[in-house]
């Protein structure tokens, strides 16, 4: 879960936005012009935000929340709400570019686009060739969060979890995507494997794993390192930094045999029937100023480089905040999608879970 951290920082970038706003009218607002109506993760972006845009365009802004990438495409595909813009990641956009869901980002119209870094563009070409749909917004690593006083020396592998030193004390991400990815790469193959022996091989390795397991969870797990309860835990890089804020003793790597470089994305959909409305939005939120104050308000790493430039030396130098080239140079971007693979690895995520 993301924490909303109201810093002082954060005051003074929305007083210094608000000066720049060019009032219309005696009462400071734009004149109505339309509505858009977008959907991104919950706590993923500062909702003062959706109020500065409508303040400066006229855009009134519908918000809708959804916990995962599949809730989002649940949402969007049942057709019952009509969105706009859609906020997912990675592998869930490769799955809705190739159905067809989004049209063409209007680049021409964004003025700081180019706030976001080149490399940025690079991975998200991964799975959006030619960077016709996708405007990356945040991204990081998965890696091992792990207590410095109950874990032996440096942590450098995905070996610790495997090796049975710490039996009952390590906690897996409750994300079949995620908890295959480790075993996957600890074993040497792709994150993006379509090959059923791999997989099956993976699993092997999960199963024989399962009895030093504490516990499969997703934003509890950070917290359970936090309290003490647990050695280490498998999160994302925004979860670690999180955590080291709640708990000086704990340490984050990304292991040496590589992992997963996440990206989430906004798009727009096919339905959008005002993408200059959409394409305002997106501009919006690449511009410097208002892309540090939702920074500021995730604390997850952030593809703006304006954003980064502007950070405090300490946070530049914090590798869950802005991971090095180093870490992530093993590192793959998830675009699985294939049907038959998936229906593989949901078969034998659900033996895992039920042994």
Known sequence: MKKNRFSFKKIAAIIMMAALVIPAGGCGKAAAVGEITVINYGEYLDPDMLDLFTKETGIKVNYEEAITPEEMYTKYSSGAIKYDLVCSSDYMMKKMILEGDFQEIPWDAMENKDNIGDKFYEFSSAFDPGNKYCVPYFWGTLGILYDTTKVKGPVDSWDVLFNGEYAGDIIMQNSMKDTFMVALKYLGYSVNTDNPDELK???????????????????????????????????????????????????????????NVWIDCWAITKECEHPEYAAKFLDFLCREDVGMTNFEYIYYSTPNEKVVENMDEELRNDESIVPSDASVEKCEVCVQVDDDVTALMNELWKELKSE
């Not at 509890?220 to 647990?230: H, T």
């Open 201 to 259: 091989e993976a699993q092997q390795l999960l199963l024989a794993q399962k009895p030093d397991v504490q516990a499969y969870l997703v934003d509890e797990a950070r917290d359970e390192v936090v309290a003490g309860n647990a050695a280490m835990a498998v999160v994302y890089s925004g979860e670690a930094y999180l955590g080291h804020e709640y708990n000086n003793d704990l340490a984050y790597v990304v292991p040496k045999e590589g992992s």
